[in-house]
Nanobody
Framework: QVQLVESGGGLVQAGDSLRLSCAAS????????MGWFRQAPGKEREFVAG????????QMTDSVKGRFTISRDNAKNTVNLQMNSLKPEDTAVYYC?????????????????WGQGTQVTVSS
């Protein structure tokens, strides 16, 4: 089992920044691909960013490229999502997820563990 706890969400204005963190406990963190997903009201949960176990491979969804950065610290068992130049359309609940896989997947079903989510609200 892997337990994931997100933090760092909040209410900000358009153009502001937020840094989300996900703390993992349980099994060996660096065995897992880590991902961030988000779900806006009335919409399906969608992939935002993913990072391989050693950080060498990163994938981002097109709408956040150039604004968001994903990183991980295997010594601290954390994965972070730095979000800059936030837009109202970034408003969603953001979820951290862990996949015991060798590649980054953008599909929810490949992820084995999920956090409870943290709310990000961006006002215009």
């Amino acid at each position: 089992q892997v337990q994931l706890v997100e933090s760092g969400g909040g209410l900000v204005q358009a153009g502001d920044s937020l840094r989300l963190s996900c703390a993992a406990s349980g099994r060996t963190f660096n065995n897992y691909v880590m991902g961030w997903f988000r779900q806006a009201p009335g919409k399906e949960r969608e992939f935002v960013a993913g990072i391989s176990w050693n950080g060498d491979n990163i994938q981002m969804t097109d709408s956040v490229k150039g604004r968001f950065t994903i990183s991980r610290d295997n010594a601290k068992n954390t994965v972070n999502l730095q979000m800059n130049s936030l837009k109202p359309e970034d408003t969603a609940v953001y979820y951290c997820a862990a996949a015991h896989r060798s590649a980054i997947f953008k599909t929810l079903r490949w992820y084995d563990y999920w956090g409870q989510g943290t709310q990000v609200t961006v006002s215009s």
